[in-house]
């Protein structure tokens, strides 16, 4: 019996179907990372209320001097035989903090937890309903970020990094990095006591030009040698090669447009190291490396370089153009003589190593005691 011809398959051109793999790629992608984030919250919220348990347990008077301790050693042998890790006695007493720090923090946390929300759950029981939306709000961040914010004594500091991980979407690597780096100092130095006050309720609030300076920048991810010779050709190739982190660093709503941005006047080129573009201000934010001593020339020069954007770029909706001169060191006396009132340009230092976060906590206590209601600005 003769074999039926078999049909060859049609290829299929590849083009055509790329969209629909790219759309269905995104939305397992965007599952996964809702499962994550489900699973996060979830081991939060569970976190939270055995702080709570352990509390309410203490509160009713089980607690003596020394008993609260092995107390909850033998729950975490006991946890940790049955679940494995994740409940060392370590972990057990951040999670009362964590319900004592958190339950006193408006809006108060037991209004939306139930002594029903956490209830055992049976299979046919969507979680959904064991979770109240509120509470899966408040808690958005891991568990990781939690125990690290604890360690955090100030209340104020540690509201401001909270807020600014949730909105950043920082990763813990990059909450450390930006807590080390002293950045609630480096944000509260250059505002004024309610500014601070605003950063504690609020995070980094942008709206107007002055909200987006630090003093000092810290580019010490950048990888150069303070000891070392380094030109500022370097400095700007380093900044370009690190430059998600850099933009990180320079704050919220940066977009990058370009390296040593060239413009003709008067038949003479003149080049911009960085130009940078901030959506929530919408304006152009021009940056100016100098490793040396600031002097009057590098100001007058930036002056022009503004100029020229606000009267022939920037568009009749957009906000008047931003100079930032990023330097080594500076005289502030220098630079107030030099430049015209609200001449929207600034010269903040930037230092290549992480900063003392006692000697910029120091900074901040001695300004807040003896500092202008509004500080100095350029």
Known sequence: MAKKPVKSKTAIPAEPILPLVQEIRDLVQSARRAAAQNVNTLQVITNFEIGRRLVEYEQKGS??????????????????????RGFSSTNLRYMRRFYLEYNDSPPQIQQTVSAKSMTIVQPEVPIQ????????????????????????????ERKFYEIE???????????????????????????DKKGVKALAQKG???????????????????????????????LESAIIDKLEAFLLELGKGFLFEARQKRFTFDADNFFV???????????????????????????????????YYNRKVKLDDENPTIGIILCKTKNDALVNL???????????QYQLYLPSKEELKKKLIEWSEIGPDTPEAT
């Not at 991980?165 to 505002?191: D, H, M, P, T, V």
């Not at 100098?290 to 503004?306: A, F, P, R, S």
């Open 63 to 84: 607690r003596r001097a020394g008993y609260g301790e092995q107390i909850l050693d033998e729950i975490s042998q006991r946890l940790t035989e049955e679940f494995g």
């Open 129 to 156: 309903q064991t979770v109240s939306a509120k509470l899966t709000k408040q808690f958005t961040l891991s568990w990781s970020h939690y125990v690290f914010l604890l360690n955090i004594g100030n209340r104020d």
């Open 165 to 191: 991980s949730k909105e950043n979407q920082w990763s813990l690597s990059e909450l450390k990095r930006q807590f080390n780096s002293g950045i609630y100092e480096r944000l509260a130095l250059s505002r």
């Open 204 to 234: 980094q609030i942008v709206e107007r030009p002055g909200d987006l300076l630090k003093d000092p920048y810290i580019l010490e991810f950048l990888g150069l040698n303070e000891e070392t010779d380094y030109s500022e050709s370097d």
């Open 273 to 307: 190291d960085l130009v940078f573009y901030n959506r929530i201000l919408r304006c152009y934010v021009l940056i100016d490396l100098k490793i040396g001593k600031l002097t009057h020339e590098n100001l007058g020069q930036m002056q022009m370089y503004v100029n």
């Open 338 to 348: 030099t430049l015209p009132e609200n001449a929207n340009i600034y010269a903040p």
